[in-house]
């Protein structure tokens, strides 16, 4: 079955880092695109980060650039967001999606508390 399953979410003090994992299974991942959301309470649902299906482009949000990076390893199948620096207002539960021009899959999301 098709799925996406985030992890590598938690608690952080101000810039500390975290690294996530979207782990791909029941499709073809290397021919979708890849991105990160997150929503925050309050908030509007905001991509994050978004990486081409060969990894070969990426974009972000202004609010991250600079402090977070999107990557990819189509041979396990998995997707990462790198956080580093990471300010409270990056508290937000994070989803992984990826897309073709058919489908497109959601993760479960993970939660990112980032709180001294």
């Known amino acids: 079955q098709v799925q996406l399953v985030e992890s590598g979410g938690g608690l952080v003090q101000p810039g500390g880092s975290l690294r996530l994992s979207c782990a791909a299974s029941?499709?073809?991942?290397?021919?979708?695109?890849m991105s990160w959301y997150r929503q925050a309470p309050g908030k509007e649902r905001e991509l994050v980060a978004r990486?081409?299906?060969?990894?070969?482009?990426?974009n972000y949000a202004d609010s991250v650039k600079g402090r977070f990076t999107i990557s990819r390893d189509n041979a396990k199948n998995t997707g990462y967001l790198q956080m580093n620096s990471l300010k409270p207002e990056d508290t937000a539960v994070y989803y992984c999606?990826?897309?073709?021009?058919?489908?497109?899959?959601w993760g479960q999301g993970t939660q990112v508390t980032v709180s001294s």
């Open positions: 029941g499709f073809t991942f290397s021919s979708y695109d």
């Open positions: 999606n990826a897309a073709s021009f058919r489908y497109h899959y």
């Open positions: 990486i081409t299906s060969t990894g070969g482009n990426t």
